[in-house]
């Protein structure tokens, strides 16, 4: 059973940077392409940004295009986001996704296969 963890939120001030991690288990990390998504109370869940498999391509949404990164490390089954600049919009439960068709990075949540429970970032001004 494939099975999705996420760590690293916390609070943090705006302009100031958390990374997030997602460790995979109950299969390589290297059959999926990886996504990022977040949701903040009373709000639908957002797509923030993904990974293929081999990490050749990324994409990001609009609004955090040049201030998140992601990455991974499929000898670790780790997946990454790097949030600089946070704004207090940026506060959310993030949440990490995977999809086996690895070359896609679907923005729609019903196209990712599995989930994690999330984990809380919050942005003070």
């Known amino acids: 059973q494939v099975q999705l963890v996420e760590s690293g939120g916390g609070l943090v001030h705006t302009g100031e940077s958390l990374r997030l991690s997602c460790v995979v288990s109950g299969r390589s990390i290297s059959s999926y392409a990886m996504g990022w998504f977040r949701q903040a109370p009373g709000k639908e869940r957002d797509f923030v940004g993904g990974?293929?498999?081999?990490?050749?391509?990324?994409d990001y949404a609009h609004s955090v295009k040049g201030r998140f990164t992601i990455s991974r490390d499929n000898a670790k089954n780790m997946v990454y986001l790097q949030m600089n600049s946070l704004k207090p919009e940026d506060t959310a439960v993030y949440y990490c996704?995977?999809?086996?068709?690895?070359?896609?990075?679907?923005?729609?949540?019903?196209?990712?296969?599995?989930w994690g429970r999330g984990t809380q970032v919050t942005v003070s001004s």
């Open positions: 996704a995977a999809n086996t068709h690895r070359l896609e990075i679907p923005q729609a949540m019903r196209s990712w296969e599995y």
């Open positions: 990974i293929t498999f081999t990490g050749e391509t990324t």
